[in-house]
């Protein structure tokens, strides 16, 4: 109870109090009223009476979160395991937009610039804030990966507006022996309908974005990632937005076991973007009368309203 309250005691308490506050968070609740407090303080240095993690954690996020600076949530961290990679998360997540690179010389200075989750964050870190050459310097220095790694490396270069090289780690990542997982999957689906993959036809045949989207859905069949409604979802889109490939994204909706919103929303949307309008209308029409939910008829009559063109 008390740890969950830390983040907005952080933000709106002096830096100065709060790890006093932590230490109160193992005390017996009795000690918390104030004729008992001073005989739990003298306790305080007891092993049993030291500030718990997830206590400590919360306040070094409340921290991070609410823009102090780097030492104030340092200095909760140095009451904790200085090994604990999940501690380091907390804080490069928070801090990064201002402090990410500071971030990094700490971890290197504990040493943990060699441990496999620290620096998973480390490169989801560097692409939020668009150091795109940080990114894939810290992944390339990795002793070691895991999936997260790869999946980073794939999403990353897909939100940096760079479908062609996100491609090319998600083909990197199949080389490299890793299978990837739906994460993996979806944001290489992503990257097929992202730039110029578009714009580039092989010969007189089919677009190349649509050729990479059925090569990578042909490996999420091999590979038994289907039926998942989530990567179904994406599938829809995905072909929604290759050029002449909206049957192939009905196909998929058709498929879809659990529709839900997204799913109501990609195929609407691959029916707009290829001029199918009034196909468009018809499906979400026969979908108003057999669905039940008018709070979901709602939001999707805003949807399909902002896909049409005005005319319509």
Known sequence: ??????PSYCRSSSHKS?????????EP????????ARNSRRNSSRPSNKPNSLALTRSSSAL???????????????????????????IIRGLARNE??????????????????????LVEMYFSVGCVELA???FEEMPQRDLVSWNSMVAGYLTAGDGFSSLGWFREMVGSGYKPDSFGVIGALGSCSHGKLLEIWEGNSLPRSLQKCKSIHGYAIRKLLLPQVV????????YGKCGGAVRSAERRFSLISEKNLVSWNNVLAAYVHNEKHQEALELFQNHVVEEESTALNRMQSQSLASFLPTQW
């Open 100 to 121: 990410g690179q500071q971030v990094h010389a700490r971890l290197i200075k504990v040493g943990l610039d060699s441990d496999v989750y620290a620096c998973d964050f």
């Open 1 to 6: 109870m008390a740890a969950s309250v830390l």
């Open 231 to 238: 990567l179904e979802t994406s599938l829809v889109d995905a």
């Open 18 to 26: 709060i790890a006093d506050s932590t230490k109160r968070l193992d």
């Open 64 to 90: 991070a979160d609410s823009g102090s600076s780097m030492d104030a949530a340092l200095q909760l961290f140095e009451k904790m395991n200085r090994s604990d990679a999940f501690i380091w998360n907390v």
């Open 29 to 36: 609740k009795s000690a918390q009223f104030p004729e008992r």
């Open 136 to 138: 894939e310097k810290v």
